[in-house]
């Protein structure tokens, strides 16, 4: 067995502790300390023994000179427990470097002297296109995908323009984190000034590996609607992946996309 460290930073998957990797489960069973925060389900928090100290941190972020600098808060718990000798286990979700700031944490603790593990996770959008059966890459359809952060693409026109032509001409899907209902909205507009048609396949994955879980599917022309109206009618997950793609969807050919008026019956 490799030996554990002191320090790890272990991604937890998609939600569900069934799909937690068997190195994740083991430093959880050996901790002192645990931290976890808001992003982290608590079904995940089912699987740590009694005796471990679970402590939630805030996630932060601040502006220094226009640039996103991590909160110290997050850092500064785990080397208080460090230096206290506690074996320390920093959780996060789906993958600690797939837009969790795993790397920033890790190179702090780096340049404290700390020995830090990281342990891969599954992440989000590659457990939604297995467990809901999404095509992300296929012989003759598409050689590849690409993972966004929403709400920093919504801020360029240009990136956008070069999305909707790759989704378009090559084919490739792109899978979209951190959508907000307003998102919608901005990026299915800016993506349909770039010549996306209504009818492109939009899949939007919810409360992935979890029993409340779904996959909604819809396309560019209907989806920002949807969503307003799951927002307002306080149905729309707080955590959800969205795929944009001509093959994502396996019968797109036969199906319809879910109209309000079917959303509506659904919610009521």
Sequence with gaps: ?????????????????????????????????????????????????????????????????????????????????????KKVVRIKPGDSMNYNSGGMEADYL??????????????????AANLMKLNLTEIDQSN??????????EKDVHLVSHLAYIIEKGGVPVCLYGMRAETFAII?????????????????????????????????GDCADLVELMAEEDALPSHFVVFVGKYILKDYIEFKSETIKETKLCLS
């Design 110 to 127: 780096i340049s404290k002297g700390y020995d830090v593990e990281l342990v891969p996770g599954v992440p989000t959008h590659l457990a």
């Design 144 to 153: 590849g995908f690409i993972s966004f952060m929403a709400d920093e693409l």
């Design 188 to 220: 299915s507009k800016l993506l349909k000034e770039n010549e996306l048609g209504n009818d492109m396949p939009v899949a939007i994955c919810c409360d992935v590996s979890l029993e409340t879980g779904q996959l909604i599917k819809t396309n560019l």
């Design 1 to 85: 067995m490799v030996r554990f460290k002191q320090i790890a930073i272990v991604g937890t998957g998609p939600g569900h502790p069934d799909y937690m990797t068997k190195r994740a489960l083991d430093y959880l069973n050996q901790a002192d300390v645990v931290l976890y925060d808001c992003l982290v389900d608590e079904i995940s928090l089912t699987v740590i023994p009694s005796t471990v100290l679970c402590e939630r941190v805030e996630k932060k972020f601040r502006k220094s000179n226009g640039i996103d600098i991590f909160d110290q808060e997050i850092l500064q718990r785990m080397l208080y427990y460090l230096e206290a000798g």
